[in-house]
T-cell receptor, first 114, second 114 residues
Framework: DAGVIQSPRHEVTEMGQEVTLRCKPI?????LFWYRQTMMRGLELLIY????????DSGMPEDRFSAKMPNASFSTLKIQPSEPRDSAVYFC????????????FGPGTRLTVT | KQEVTQIPAALSVPEGENLVLNCSFT??????LQWFRQDPGKGLTSLLL?????REQTSGRLNASLDKSSGRSTLYIAASQPGDSATYLC?????????????FGSGTRLQVQP
């Protein structure tokens, strides 16, 4: 299996632009998670889905952030408009189901907003 | 709110030493605990997953223990090697809140000197 796939790996954009991050979970996994990692705050959960349905989005920092999972093999995290403080590494992870299952992480997308 | 603390924040040891990384959490109502490794600029690699009903898990030179009642976990690395140099992250899965995602510690940065 290719593991969790994320694209792009690096994104540099100007303040105010829309940014879309993409994730393909491991085939057969029903749960998908988006995390953000910064030096100041470490790894934080943004949102997670189960069977393509958003379960908990309480970690999404602002209304500028939105996430979708239109099917079992694809999810997007969108930031519109982007701000410099959104600069971070965004990770997608998947697991077989919610609960007692190991989470597998993608390589991350390093976002820089200038 | 669950808080996860990892001590020490950084550790430097000579090759061949056995070492222990510590993780503590404030809410003992967890359903699992997962140890990850993160290399610079890379994603997270899952090392060990301990279910709440288990006391330890082993994989090769790694052994992780869990004491739910005291809110502690340790990761033991035997006969450390330079290739073990990385940041080690502890993460707990919460139960009481119904939140089925991981809360991460800030990590221990390990340097094994040849």
């Amino acid at each position: 299996d290719a593991g969790v796939i994320q694209s792009p790996r690096h994104e540099v954009t100007e303040m105010g632009q829309e940014v879309t991050l993409r994730c393909k979970p491991i085939s057969g996994h029903n749960s998908l998670f988006w995390y953000r990692q910064t030096m100041m705050r470490g790894l934080e959960l943004l949102i997670y889905f189960n069977n393509n349905v958003p379960i908990d989005d309480s970690g999404m920092p602002e209304d500028r952030f939105s996430a979708k999972m239109p099917n079992a093999s694809f999810s997007t995290l969108k930031i519109q408009p982007s701000e410099p403080r959104d600069s971070a590494v965004y990770f997608c992870a998947s697991s077989l189901n919610l609960g007692n299952h190991e989470q597998y992480f993608g390589p991350g997308t390093r976002l820089t907003v200038t | 709110k669950q808080e996860v603390t990892q001590i020490p924040a950084a550790l430097s040891v000579p090759e061949g030493e056995n070492l222990v990384l510590n993780c503590s959490f404030t809410d003992s109502a967890i359903y699992n605990l997962q140890w990850f490794r993160q290399d610079p600029g890379k994603g997270l690699t899952s090392l060990l997953l301990i279910q709440s009903s288990q006391r330890e898990q082993t994989s090769g030179r790694l052994n992780a223990s869990l004491d739910k009642s005291s809110g502690r976990s340790t990761l033991y690395i035997a006969a450390s090697q330079p290739g073990d140099s990385a940041t080690y992250l502890c993460a707990v899965g919460e139960w009481d809140t119904g939140r089925r995602a991981l809360t991460f510690g800030s990590g221990t940065r390990l340097q094994v000197q040849p």
